[in-house]
């Protein structure tokens, strides 16, 4: 049975996506989960909510190798950023850290961000909501079904 919650299995679903499932706690990291699909650390499209001086939660979507540059964050969105806890990353996405992921999001105030970074690869894998899921996609089907918006900010 899957463990991918409802709303990011429907979403995939409606897109035509379909996630690979490897075994609860396998893949919570770039490096674990790039060990674990076969693939460099940079396919892994890590996602880390930050929370803006404003008030509004960013998702920087970006390829797994690469750090956010938290002024590069500030120029793009126009406010200062820290990283989300987990209790706000939670009651903000749904997912624990480790499974955030950019999918079934519509029904939250999180704005989706994809670093340029995810360009370099024809294949990335985001997490499905879960700390042992990949999901394979190009970067670009990813811009079109998240509404994400494309930022330089590693």
């Not at 990011?8 to 499932?21: C, D, G, R, T, Y």
Request: charged letters at 20%; a negative charge; proline letters at 6%.
């Amino acid at each position: 049975m899957s463990n991918i919650p409802k709303k990011v299995q429907a979403f995939l679903e409606k897109h035509k996506l379909s996630a690979l499932e490897f075994e609860p706690g396998s893949t919570p990291t770039a490096e674990l989960a790039a060990q674990r699909i076969g693939v460099p650390v940079g396919q892994i499209a890590k996602s880390i909510l930050f929370k803006g001086k404003d008030g509004g939660y960013r998702l920087v979507v970006a390829a797994g190798d690469k750090k956010i540059n938290s002024g590069a964050l500030k120029r793009a969105t126009g406010a200062k950023h820290r990283m989300a806890n987990a209790g706000e990353t939670e009651d903000a996405t749904g997912f624990l850290p480790g499974g955030v992921c950019p999918f079934g999001l519509d029904d939250t105030q999180v704005t989706i961000l994809l670093d340029h970074s995810l360009d370099e690869y024809d294949t990335i894998y985001p997490a499905a909501g879960t700390d042992a899921t990949g999901v394979p996609l190009s970067p670009d089907y990813l811009q079109q079904i998240t509404g994400g918006i494309k930022v330089e900010v590693t």
